[in-house]
């Protein structure tokens, strides 16, 4: 289930950081409940319309409260509202740009209910407020590191004189989406601030993080596309400068920082990584009162932790497949992308399926490594004048002979990997629906002939490797000061290609 399926819009306009915009296209307030209220299933007169002077007409949903051992009495206040338990999505009433003013009164009204009751999970009260005083923490660090600040101080403290003024615009312009994240991150601080005492109450906890999931945490697919995006073009502007490349790797080795593309990757990837403390907060919350919740709130409970996976998986699938599928980039292994697919309501079978489809690629990727590991340094070395074979003519065919087929190999392998990549992309339903393309079927390929070609490469490269060993004992010198095998022409290329899962 994605977050258009359960009633929130996942479209993100370009200026979303403009709250004009934001009112612009979603209407008001008044417009909003209008809205929510027409697609109201239940009758009238289980509603209660009550005007407001501020805030026009609130509903209040006595209805879906449980009259009998909830205490309604203290809500005397005709400006009064709730948002039961199982009312649904909130931004229904709240709107995306007005939930954030809107949270006050509806979070302090709900506190003076839910605080008439005494025995309202009271024994897991304590556990819910350190809960909410960590992410209170991790929020603060979130909002308070400085990290983009800092790396463009040393730019300019450090390399005044090196780093062109364009460089640092540039760098500037891939940080801007990071900072939109921490402003949007300092308002959602500011109201766990405020509310944080209120927010041991369920129901009051899940109205406020439905209305930051659509306010804010929907936008992070958008943003995790964009970090490999950003990554590469910021290696593309350090290439264009040597000086600012040498200053950052002797920082490196004097062990007082890292490389600029790895710091700049671990800032850009910091909040990606900040979306789990709130799946953390709502797990932790639900296993504390398990005992003790009603069977709608440990309804809400998961579908509000569903929603957060969500957003997380498909943030990080949406990283990974901007990042054209090279994870080093992105430091995510494929195990980590095969734990997001069960949150994204996939089943056991397909989740098989997937993880031999990773296996393949994995070993393909390991494969490809060896082989240019062997081509950059032995065949090089191999082909240098620091050998005297006996027979420099036939040991010249042989090399020649195995550079050929070890190129031919290679290239096999890369063609053979980008189509497993393709594969997986039709394959996998949460990129499918990311990339907007079809279902093909893994199992429909005839691998005994993909394979069939690189084997018989394979063989041909032994073999002429093998002759340019015995037609050269300065190689055989070579491989045995080298500790080497005498196949050593990569590992071996046994790829076992089984059944795979076929979902029913």
């Known amino acids: 289930m994605f977050p258009q399926d359960i009633g929130i819009d996942s479209e993100i306009p370009r200026n979303w950081s403009d709250p004009q915009s934001l009112s612009t296209d979603y209407g008001s307030f008044d417009a909003a409940e209008d809205a929510a209220s027409s697609h109201l299933t239940m009758p009238p007169s289980e509603f209660e319309f009550v005007p407001d002077s501020q805030d026009g007409y609130r509903i209040m949903l006595l209805s879906s409260l449980n009259r009998e051992s909830w205490d309604l009495s203290a809500i005397s206040e005709p400006s009064a509202s709730i948002y039961s338990r199982d009312s649904g999505d909130p931004s229904q009433f709240l709107g995306r740009s007005e939930s954030l003013k809107r949270l006050g009164p509806v979070i302090s009204n709900m506190h003076e209910h839910f605080s008439t009751n005494d025995d309202f999970q009271r024994s897991t009260t304590t556990r819910r407020h350190g809960r909410i005083e960590d992410l209170v923490k991790a929020e603060t660090a979130f909002v308070e590191e400085g990290g983009c600040d800092n790396l463009l101080e040393t730019l300019k403290l450090c390399l005044r004189n090196a780093v062109t003024i364009s460089l640092i615009e540039s760098i500037q312009t891939n940080l801007q989406e990071r900072e939109r994240l921490r402003e949007m991150h300092r308002e959602v601080l500011a109201s766990l601030n405020k509310f ?118 498909k943030t990080w699938l949406s990283c990974w497949q901007g990042s054209m599928l090279q994870i080093s980039e992105i430091g995510f292994s494929w195990n980590n992308l095969l734990t997001l697919l069960p949150e994204c309501n996939v089943s056991v079978n397909e989740c098989e399926r997937q993880r031999a489809i990773f296996g393949i690629i994995e070993n393909e990727m390991a494969y490809i490594n060896d082989l240019e590991v062997f081509q950059s340094e032995f065949l090089q070395e191999m082909s240098s004048l620091q050998f005297r074979p006996l027979d420099p003519a036939q040991y010249s065919d042989h090399l020649n002979n195995l550079i050929w087929i070890y190129s031919q190999l290679l290239d096999s392998h890369r063609k053979l990997l980008t189509g497993l990549h393709s594969i997986q992309l039709q394959e996998m339903p949460v990129i499918s629906t990311l990339c907007g393309e079809d279902r093909t079927g893994i199992d429909q390929i005839d691998w005994e002939a993909l394979y069939k070609l690189s084997l018989a490469q394979l063989d041909q490269a032994e073999a002429y490797f093998s002759a340019s060993i015995q037609s050269s004992f300065s190689l055989q010198a070579f491989i ?18 089984t059944a795979l899962p076929v979902e029913a």
């Open 196 to 313: 944080k005492n209120d927010l041991v109450e369920i129901p009051t906890l899940v109205v406020f993080l439905n209305a930051f999931s659509a306010d804010c945490f929907e936008v992070y697919p958008e943003y995790g596309a964009y970090v490999p995006v950003a990554l590469r073009d910021l290696a593309d502007k350090v290439a264009q400068s040597p000086e600012l490349d040498r200053h950052f790797q002797r920082q490196v080795r004097r062990g007082s920082s890292l490389s600029l593309i790895d710091a700049q990757r671990v800032d850009l990837l910091r909040p990606l990584q900040h979306i789990s403390k709130y799946i953390k907060l709502i797990d932790g919350v639900k296993a504390d009162s398990e005992d003790v919740l009603e069977a709608s709130d440990k309804n809400t409970l998961s579908v509000l932790a569903s929603k957060f996976r969500q957003i997380y998986a």
């Open 480 to 497: 045995e000061v080298n500790n080497l095998p005498s196949n050593f022409i990569g590992p071996a290329h046994a790829h076992v290609i």
